[in-house]
């Protein structure tokens, strides 16, 4: 199991809510090509930003392509008002796509956007800031843009299948590529009963948190039962789970309230400062909600005894793996769970 880490931090209240510096478009097509554009004030950055691994191509002011000054980084007129780009989705392999990668997803009529893969940032301007949705036959909406330092963000645009539900005073918008099975199955349910159960457990959000009483929740399959991985956004998650069998739905109970406890602890503004810390407490609350669940007794010790093992005397400290997993050591991370 792989689970990534979401960083959390204590950042300030948007300042403007109801103002869209970002636009994302997406017409009517079978093929989802996204386009994005950011307004800029008459003062702003010399540059614009992506991390490394970012999906952007075709950056440019007017008709111009801007001029990169190195990877990631483009240099920016100060006459310069609008910004325009297109991302370079990634189509799953027929497997079905990994959720922990975090990647922008190109899907049948519909797209998957992660934030730190699909949009650009303006030099020295960490606040967060809100993306204006705009699809072809649908009403337009908005959603958040997360500061520097905070977990990613979610998007899910197009004609993938969605419903909405209201959990715990929340309006969860679920989206899935087979919506009818993952309500069959009961995923909609557990992760329900996930939500409801970590509300009464973690912080309120911080006040005048836009968006605070919102959130997306993803689901995408892919094959394989060990193939449920998971991420926790600002305010969304985005989740696998395993399309060939329903065995593993009482793990993947576990895996919606690990990611759900990411998205509340990010959503309070705790800030966890290490790995070990925030992905320890994520993976304590996932057990521990799946333990308190409706799930049957026999599945609930099976997934339970995967992961608690008294008897085993832990070989590495805490303070050691989470120095090899900031040495980019990718071997650390998964003993954060066990
Ligand atoms: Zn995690």
Known sequence: M??????????????????????????DSPHPAPRFSLDLPDRHGEFLEAPAGAQIANVRCGHSLLPKQSDGRWRLSQACRQVRWEATLNTPPPEGPDASAQQSLALPGWAVLTSSTVLLRESGKPEGSIL???????????????????????????????????????????????????????????????????????????PNAPFSGQLLVTLLGRDGASSANGAGGMRSLLVNYPRDTAERDTFLLAILAHEQSHQLLALAGVSMGSAWMSEGLAHYYGLKTMRQSRQPQAEKD???????????????????LERRHREGDKSAYPLFYS
Do not use: M, N
Request: aromatic share 8%.
């Open 302 to 320: 099976k997934v339970w005894q995967l992961f608690v093992k008294p008897e085993r005397t832990p070989a590495q400290g805490l303070a050691r």
């Open 132 to 206: 204006a949705i705009r699809v072809a036959g649908k009403p337009d909406t908005q959603a958040y843009v997360p500061a520097t330092g905070e977990a990613p963000e979610f998007y899910a645009i197009g004609k993938g299948q969605e419903t909405i539900r209201q959990v715990a005073g929340w309006q969860v918008r679920y989206v899935a590529d087979d919506l009818t099975r993952v309500a069959a199955r009961g995923l909609l349910d557990h992760h329900a009963e996930a939500l409801t159960a970590l509300r009464r457990v973690f912080p309120p959000p911080r």
């Open 2 to 27: 792989r689970l990534p880490l979401i960083a959390a931090c204590l950042c300030g209240p948007l300042s403007h809510p109801a103002l869209a510096a970002y636009t994302v478009s997406l017409e």
